[in-house]
């Protein structure tokens, strides 16, 4: 069931924990015990990849909750994090600057309670900053043996892969993807496919639209960032639950919840290396990774293809 990283011996599991909920940013209602426990639970669930960033709460707390909840099963885990982004003012700013990459590297060593980051990623490119400079810096990290691997996210462009590549080598790039956001199948994911590059996606439940809880009549929290989203308002929202509807019906014939109908799905994309699965409750986690050792019949994947293309893309400038 694992899989490898790129062309390293790191090999982890198609369900990986996103820990950005667990840090309550967005997430109305965590607690610090329940984050702790949602991490214990993914770990239970057999869950052996955990994905956070420098800027996973406004004080590092997703790194600290992880280094406290799976300090002792560190040597069985995989601990990926990211760099070049970090708060000013409520803000999140870019920065990739080389002596920025390397504090924010030690920082999240300590915060994390660990010598070495096993897939250090850059968070997103600095227009600020040339990217082979960032690269340079990332690849002083892995031969300083602090990461024992380098990865990319939201480049977007294989203009900047290839300048990146050029410097560092890539083991494995964080792009958004689900079943209605699929815009790298067109280059990254050959892109990455070709160069032996892992792809590890990021809102495969769609933020949980598509882990299918959320109803029709939800009346959001104000303190809830997702209503801002086109997804989640007016007709796209009525089109995407009429497509949820769908799904529902058909993970119920297939035995199965809609989260796990849409993570299996995902981890069985041809290319796709591992599916990030947000949670903010050991529940969340629990269903997500249940999906593992789900196997979709022929059958299953047609119907869920034609409800794909009834339901047509959305639009990931407006969407998210
Ligand atoms: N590289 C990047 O720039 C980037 C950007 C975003 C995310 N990420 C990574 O990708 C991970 C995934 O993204 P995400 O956490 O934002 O979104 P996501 O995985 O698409 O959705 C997570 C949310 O879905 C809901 N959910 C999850 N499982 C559920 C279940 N079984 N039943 C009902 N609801 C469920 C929960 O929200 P509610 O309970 O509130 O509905 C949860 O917070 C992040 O945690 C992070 O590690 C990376």
Redesign the pocket.
């Known amino acids: 069931m694992l899989r490898r990283l790129g062309k390293t011996d790191l090999f982890v599991t198609p369900v990986a924990m996103?820990?950005?909920?667990i840090a309550g940013i967005t997430?109305?209602d965590v607690t610090e015990a329940n984050s702790l426990d949602t991490l214990s639970a993914a770990f239970d669930a057999g869950i052996n990849f955990f994905?956070?960033?420098y800027v996973y709460g406004y004080d590092g707390q997703s790194e600290r909750l992880i280094g406290r909840a799976l300090g002792p099963h560190r040597d069985r885990i995989i601990l990926a994090s990211?760099c070049g982004i970090h708060w000013e003012e409520g803000k999140q700013v870019k920065d990739g600057r080389p002596e920025t990459i390397r504090r924010q590297c030690d920082e999240s060593l300590r915060r994390l309670g660990t010598d070495r980051i096993d897939l250090y990623?850059l968070?997103?490119p600095d227009p600020e900053t040339r990217i082979c400079e960032t690269a340079e810096a990332l690849r002083g990290l892995l031969d300083a043996g602090k990461v024992r691997a380098i990865g990319v996210?939201?480049l977007h462009t294989l203009d900047r892969y290839e300048q990146f590549q050029a410097v560092c080598p890539i083991t494995a790039s964080?792009p958004?993807y689900?079943m209605l956001q699929r815009e790298i199948e067109a280059d990254q994911l050959p892109w990455c496919r070709d160069h032996d590059v892992s792809t590890i996606v990021?809102?495969?439940?769609?933020?949980?639209f598509l882990?299918g809880?959320?109803s029709r009549d939800h009346q959001w929290d104000p303190r809830d960032g997702r209503q801002k989203y086109p997804v989640f308002q007016g007709d796209q929202w009525i089109k995407t639950h009429d497509f949820v509807d769908q799904l529902r019906t058909i993970a119920d014939d297939q035995g199965c919840t809609v989260?796990q109908l849409v993570t299996a799905w995902t981890i069985g994309r041809p290319g796709i290396t591992v599916a990030?699965?947000?949670?903010?409750?050991p529940?969340?986690?629990s269903?997500?990774a249940a999906a593992m050792s789900l196997s979709l019949t022929e059958e299953t994947l047609q119907r869920i293809a034609t409800a794909i293309e009834e339901r047509g893309e959305v639009d990931s400038r407006a969407a998210v």
């Open positions: 996103g820990c950005w909920p997430s109305i994905d956070t960033a990211k990623y968070h997103a996210s939201n964080q958004h689900n990021y809102w495969p439940l769609m933020k949980g882990a809880k959320l989260a990030l699965c947000g949670a903010k409750r529940s969340q986690i269903e997500t």
